[in-house]
């Protein structure tokens, strides 16, 4: 069985920064593509950012809002993914839920989401 766990939320001021992690656990799976989605109240949820084509080989893909605040990274070994984010603002505030497919494996696997709140 495979789950995705998500740590790193919580409450930031306008302007500071946040490091959202996501660790891929189980075993027997080859992941194809992760990414960060996130979800406001109210609205639909959307990606912030991915390696969208393939986890291996693939730069990262960003959504305008955030592009130059926010950065995507991935660690083999750790089959995980990381979301540093620089400069935030109170529209980042969201539920952030992390996301992946794998090879083999029928569906879209996610995390169980992260809250992460920027005040004013």
């Known amino acids: 069985q495979v789950q995705l766990v998500e740590s790193g939320g919580g409450v930031v001021q306008t302007g500071g920064s946040l490091r959202l992690s996501c660790t891929v656990a189980?075993?027997?799976?080859?992941?194809?593509?992760m990414a960060w989605y996130r979800q406001a109240p109210g609205e639909q949820r959307e990606l912030v950012a991915g390696f969208t084509r393939s986890y291996v080989g693939s730069s990262a893909v960003y959504a305008d809002s955030v592009k130059g605040r926010f950065t995507i990274s991935k660690d083999f070994a750790k089959n995980a993914v990381f979301l540093q984010m620089n400069n935030v603002k109170p529209e980042d505030t969201a539920v952030y839920y992390c996301n992946a497919d794998f090879h083999d494996l029928p569906g879209t696997y996610w995390g169980q989401g992260t809250q992460v709140t920027v005040s004013s």
């Open positions: 189980g075993s027997g799976f080859s992941i194809d593509a």
